[in-house]
């Protein structure tokens, strides 16, 4: 009660601390207005004065001692210069420092010097920062005031520059700069937010990262935001996909650097892990980097691993296409297996054998754990509660004798959580009858020192058996792991859900946005079973060069920030892995959106259902619904049951092609040019008015009685594209509303 009394009065920690922050905004706001009248010279003078004291902190390329030792008088008389010039800049803030002759030992000591105080360059960095931040972020929103009205191409469309910030983004930007994840709603200007500790943080001459979701933005931002920094005196850069290493060591060199993470975490691991010289990296460091839509980034893809490989330069011949009949049938064993087993336990729970139904069901979820009649028994809180029970008897048994006996009557086991597949004596009894030795593997040790001591045998047959041996152990690991790869590949790995199959090709889809990622293969032999199973062309096995998490990738930034529009319910998890600390920004304006309380529901079952009933009741409003799910598995269900409901669906699914997303968007568009006929003169803007015009267009008239919706469906007569409407007519109503809009040529 206290506590709540308390906060009523001075507010949560968040609000604290935007309180703190408002002072420095109003700072802001009034900087820029005392600078009317200054044009664009002004700015740029300013981001040179600013530039010059923070390059004095910036990092030197200093030759080892045997490469000083060894340079002739010219080059130790360039290497002193260079360290003087320095050291003269720096008298204020370092007064001992020495005076450097071109002698090799005098050079040594310079760089002693320098090494000294190198690690207190990043405090006096960011202390200047913070002193000169009023000023800074008053510069670039000046900057973008006089901006307004200047057209450019961005991205092949024409864009005119009409933004200016407001005092939220103002707070957002110092947010960021403290290294914070700014939350904030959908429309507040995530992206201008940015330029402001961006421009701040870029005057140091170190590089900032701008992490974007894909591609598109990355460039699109680049071009869109570039006209500011470029009107402020700053060079920008952006990093996209196929670009070759000169390129990218260009765009690396400018002061921001636009591009996505995957990106940024794969020129790191060519630099570090590929490259074979300095000359050849082209990054030169992690400094600031500000990421978009930061919890998806950072916390969902936080373990996901970057991965550069390539052709095995030594393969073993694996026996995919040799094994598949025979893992086919051990497949098609356990799924008789399960099923059984699945009728048993339905008919112990009838019979009210908890145990039975308990024991059934484990040996199921070991044995496939996608079992579909399996999946619909979990969703039971009841059977769930009952498996889990049963599950932790056996592994509280230390020598968990019960539980191998258990695994020894399926065919195989397999794990979800680790991606493993095992084999048992009933599987390679089905795939190799009478050859138990088959799938042993020889201990070489043993044997080796058995033959040493064995006088029967010459230096000529001991060589000859243990290269026997060595090659049989090749053949059997081979074996085993080709066989549980396949495994895997039939029992976790589904079609359409983890991959597709287009054009004999495997490609995998994300399961995170469903999109498909030509070119990206499974490791370790996973993606060569996959395709032994689809039935198309096995490719040859690759081999990682260089690997790096994510997560792991984001931690070699001295300040990292990001923005996003939910991030305080991951709160926790940015501090703990992190440090970082999330300040919700408020809105520019009030939020009329209306949020409502979560719901939890026991099963996933009476989810959807529950999903599908408030889809119907709005639906029933004529109310538009936007539904987004977290899989593709969870939005073929959702649409499944929609279906069943005979609720009318636009399904968009992110792998979809660019033709079919566009012939789906082209027919949603014909209803409502239809719906609303006042806006003809929109399909200019596509280029496709004959597309529009020589057919039929269904539409549709909706009206509203007593809060219960009718239909009536109409046919818009066919209309003639002539020549003449490649520029259509803007309405008068459209003119007004918006002074800047011109009407086309010809009318």
């Excluded at 005196?233 to 060591?249: A, D």
């Excluded at 319910?569 to 501090?575: L, M, N, P, S, V």
């Excluded at 719901?599 to 959807?608: D, V």
């Amino acid at each position: 009660m206290i506590k709540w009394i308390l906060t009523k009065i001075v507010g949560t920690k968040n609000q604290r601390e935007v309180r703190r922050l408002r002072p420095i905004v109003e700072q802001i706001v009034s900087i820029e207005e005392s600078w009317n009248g200054k044009g664009q010279e002004f700015l740029l003078e300013k981001t040179r004065e600013w530039q010059g004291y923070l390059h004095r902190f910036l990092p030197m390329d200093l030759p080892p001692v045997r490469i000083v030792e060894a340079a002739p008088r010219e080059e130790l008389e360039e290497i002193a210069a260079k360290l003087n010039a320095r050291f003269e800049s720096l008298k204020s803030e370092f007064a001992s420092l020495p005076a450097v002759e071109a002698t090799p030992a005098s050079i040594e000591e310079g760089k002693a010097a320098w090494n000294n105080i190198t690690p207190q360059f990043d405090k006096l960095r960011e202390r200047y920062l913070n002193q000169i931040l009023p000023e800074a972020f008053a510069a670039v929103k000046h900057g973008a005031r006089l901006l307004c009205g200047e057209e450019r191409d961005i991205c092949g469309q024409k864009q005119v520059w009409d933004m200016v910030h407001f005092d939220v983004q103002l707070l957002g930007g110092i947010a960021l700069h403290r290294g914070y994840i700014a939350e904030m709603a959908t429309g507040e200007g995530k992206t201008l937010v940015a330029t402001l500790p961006v421009y701040l943080n870029a005057l140091t001459g170190m590089g900032v990262h701008v992490v974007t979701v894909n591609d598109y933005l990355a460039r699109r931002d680049s071009e869109w935001m570039g006209m500011l920094f470029q009107f402020l005196g700053l060079t920008v850069g952006c990093i996209q996909s196929m670009m070759p290493s000169q390129l990218r060591r260009e765009q690396y060199a400018c002061d921001i650097t636009y591009g996505t993470n995957a990106e940024f975490g794969f020129d790191y691991l060519r630099d570090n892990g590929m490259a074979t010289s300095k000359s050849e990296q082209v990054q030169r460091g992690h400094y600031f980097s500000i990421v978009d839509e930061v919890d998806s980034i950072l916390i969902d893809e936080a373990r996901t691993p970057l991965i550069i490989s390539g052709p095995a330069v030594v393969t073993r011949e694996q026996q995919y296409d040799t094994l598949r009949p025979a893992i086919e049938r051990v497949v098609k064993a356990q799924t008789d297996l399960c099923n059984e087993l699945m009728a048993q336990a339905l008919k112990a729970q009838e019979e009210g054998r908890t145990e039975e139904v308990g024991r059934c069901l484990f040996k199921v979820k070991m044995g496939q754990p996608r079992h579909r009649a399996f999946l619909r028994a979990m969703q039971d809180p009841e059977l769930r509660r009952i498996v889990e029970k049963y599950e932790l008897t056996l592994y509280q048994d230390t020598r968990k004798k019960e539980l191998y006996k258990l695994k020894e009557e399926m065919f195989f086991t397999v794990d979800e959580k680790t991606h493993d597949a095992d084999l048992m004596e009933k599987g390679r009894e089905v795939i190799s009858p009478g050859h138990p030795e088959d799938f042993v593997l020889p201990d070489l040790g043993t044997a080796f020192a058995e033959m040493d001591e064995d006088p029967r045998l010459t230096e000529k047959d001991k060589l000859r058996r243990k290269n026997e041996l060595t090659k049989q152990l090749d053949e059997t690991g081979a074996r085993l792991h080709t066989t549980s790869q396949l495994l895997k590949a039939y029992c976790i790995y589904e079609k359409d859900v983890e991959y597709v199959v287009k054009e004999g090709k495997v490609i995998i889809i994300d399961q995170n946005t469903g999109r498909e990622m030509p070119g990206r293969r499974w490791s370790d032999g996973l993606h060569q079973a996959v395709e032994a199973k689809e039935g198309v062309e096995v490719e040859r096995e690759n081999q990682t060069y260089a690997t790096i998490t994510i997560q792991n990738y984001f931690r070699l930034y001295k300040k990292l920030a990001g923005m996003t529009g939910t991030a305080e319910t991951e709160a926790a998890e940015f501090h703990d892995i992190y440090k970082l600390d999330v300040l919700p920004i408020p809105t520019n304006r009030p939020c009329i959106r209306k949020d409502q309380n979560d719901l939890i529901f026991k099963s996933r079952r009476e989810k959807f259902n529950a999903v599908v009933n408030k889809i119907q009741e709005l639906h029933d409003k004529g109310q538009p619904i936007l539904i987004g799910t977290a899989s593709v598995d969870a939005s073929e269900t959702l649409s499944r049951m929609l279906k069943r409901a005979k609720i009318p669906q636009l399904n968009i699914r992110m792998n979809l092609s660019k033709e079919e997303m566009r012939a789906r968007i082209r027919n949603e568009r014909r209803v409502e040019l239809a719906f609303e006929e006042h806006r003809f003169w929109d399909v200019r803007r596509w280029e496709e008015g004959q597309t529009y015009f020589n057919q039929p267009i269904h539409g549709m008239r909706i009206t509203m009685e007593n809060e219960k919706a009718s239909y009536e469906t109409f046919v818009v007569e066919e209309r003639v594209f002539e020549p003449k409407m490649n520029y259509y007519p803007i309405p008068q109503s459209e003119l007004q509303k918006n002074s800047k809009l011109d009407q086309n040529p010809g009318w």
